[in-house]
């Protein structure tokens, strides 16, 4: 299982760096795993748009799918009639993004595969295991596993027991961490780099990986204040890191 990621700036993104986005291969097979600001260009440098498989959304806020609607223009509109891209997401969580379009240009584009958080289904090759994260809109977090290894991404959530049982043992744990060490005005429904570190820590998993920093943060300090809670390998999300699970 391999892992590139396309974006990982959180809330909106920077010259450099598109939001939310990350495409997982494996056995031939793409899934493109939320679809933040800016993260299409990063998918199109990669492989034509007619080639990918899939795609995961964790939730409905625009720094994690907006890029689904020129994705599936692309699809549509391009030429090439590729059949329609499976789409999983929360129930409603599309809404706004496919409304931007008159109703119905992009049916024939994408079969939507809407689901409760909590719900197991499997994505191609990839058995997909999901969790509600407490957060302002249903987020759905998901475990990937193929070929006994496993890939967790939180989406967007606060901390919570339930990132630790869906992350429990895995391979690799793609955690938001909009903050290093402290969030002005918590609410619970964001993490800090120690609270993700803290849950890959008790989810004993094998990698931590940084994302949705706030823009144009330093992640030197993000990286220091993890390690204060987790000692395994951790990194920053930052476009065009790529792992092997």
Sequence with gaps: MR???LGGSGAWPTAAEPCSGFLVEHDGFSLLVDAGYAVLPQLMALM???QLDAVYISHGHPDHCSDLNPLLR???????????LPVYAPHRALDAVLALDRPGMLDDALTRHDFEPGDAFS???FEA????????RPNAAVRLTA???????????????NLVALARGADALIAEATYASVIPDDDGTLCTARDAARQAAEADVARLV????WAGSEPEEWVEAAAREYDGS?????????FDV
């Excluded at 692309?74 to 329609?84: E, H, N, S, T, Y």
């Design 3 to 5: 892992v590139t990621v």
């Design 123 to 125: 994505i191609g090759p």
């Design 48 to 50: 034509p748009v007619e």
């Design 129 to 136: 295991r999901t969790t509600l994260l407490p957060h302002s």
């Design 74 to 84: 692309a699809r549509a509109l391009g030429g090439a009639d590729p059949k329609p």
């Design 234 to 242: 951790t990194y920053v999300a930052t476009s065009g890191l790529t």
């Design 210 to 213: 940084l994302t949705h920093l």
């Design 147 to 161: 070929d006994a290894r496993s890939l967790v991404y939180t989406g967007d959530g606060g901390p919570t027991p």
